[in-house]
């Protein structure tokens, strides 16, 4: 038998001088081509001053002191002199600002300001503005709570219970600014074999989300154990029933079983040809 050798996890620090979601988001990205390495992340977000910035230095190399295993810091700073500093560590330096910026200044004939908060700004009132009226409209309507201002929406969601609506429309609403309702096919619905009353004058806003009936029953499981609502048979019967809906009446749907969130709803966008009312936000680098 072969013993197992326990290979302890390599660090991975975020870091940003705002909420370092920019520098998650590309640090899983790039960790994720590793799937033989285990990794022990931290996020630091608001790295905003000299200080701080000397302090975090100390930490990391504190920390991570008396290993051979050298930490990873990827970092995403607006501030020029905080930079500097996090360079002084003991990391390999993941920083986009540092490898890309130089050639932006190159191509462009122009000098980057190098800016602390510059990029964090509001700097469209009104894109801003609609994509908190669009979250507040996606709230409002889900689940089919209120159908009454379906005239005003840009896209419904339709799907059985647990098939991923609500989450999809809050990621339309804040990440494209499009007001997004869901409504649920309940088997009353699918019994009748008709769309729902409410939703029929809003065709050309529908769109459908299914899924694979193990991954649905698995779902369901978790929030209701051992009942019928939860049971493969009772899911199967329901995302076929869905998607013969769907057919029928011409509406456009989406499987997501292997999809995430973020996957859904662009390719929602993509496949509906709808306009994204706010331009992309990078207020979380």
């Known amino acids: 038998m072969t013993d197992t050798v326990n290979t302890p996890s390599r660090r991975v620090y975020f870091l940003s001088n705002r909420t ?27 790295v905003d001053s000299i200080e701080k910035a000397m302090r975090l230095v100390d930490r990391i190399n504190a920390e991570n002191e008396g290993t051979d295993m050298q930490p990873i810091v990827i970092s995403t700073m607006a501030d020029e002199a905080v930079s500097l500093i996090i360079h002084q560590s003991k990391a ?32 469209n009132q009104s894109h801003y503005e609609s994509r908190i009226s669009a979250i507040d409209f996606s709230l ?18 339709l799907g059985v219970s647990r098939s991923g609506k609500t989450p999809t429309c809050l990621y339309l ?7 997004a309702a ?12 008709q769309l729902p009353e409410v939703i029929r004058g809003f065709k050309g806003k529908l769109f459908g989300l299914t899924t694979n009936p193990k991954r649905l029953a698995h779902i369901r499981e978790e929030r209701r154990a051992n009942s019928r609502y939860a049971s493969i048979d009772q899911c199967r019967y329901e995302v076929k029933a869905a998607e013969q809906m769907f057919e029928q009446f011409n509406v456009p749907y989406l499987n997501t079983t292997t999809m995430s969130i973020e996957e859904i709803a662009t390719k929602v966008v993509e496949l509906t040809g709808l306009h994204r009312i706010s331009k992309p936000d990078i207020s979380h680098l």
């Open 173 to 179: 609403a804040l990440q494209f600014g499009l007001k």
């Open 182 to 193: 869901n409504y649920p096919i309940t088997e009353e619905d699918m019994e009748s074999e």
């Open 20 to 46: 370092a979601i920019t520098a998650e988001t590309l640090g899983h990205s790039l960790l994720a081509q590793f799937p033989g390495i285990e990794f022990t992340s931290v996020t630091i977000p608001f």
């Open 92 to 123: 390999l330096i993941i920083d986009p600002f540092v490898r890309f910026l130089p050639e932006l200044e190159t191509i462009l004939h122009a000098h980057s300001i190098h800016e602390s908060g510059r990029s964090h700004r509001i700097s």
């Open 140 to 157: 409002l309507h889900d689940d089919g709570m209120t159908t009454k201002l379906y005239d005003q929406t840009d896209i419904i969601i």
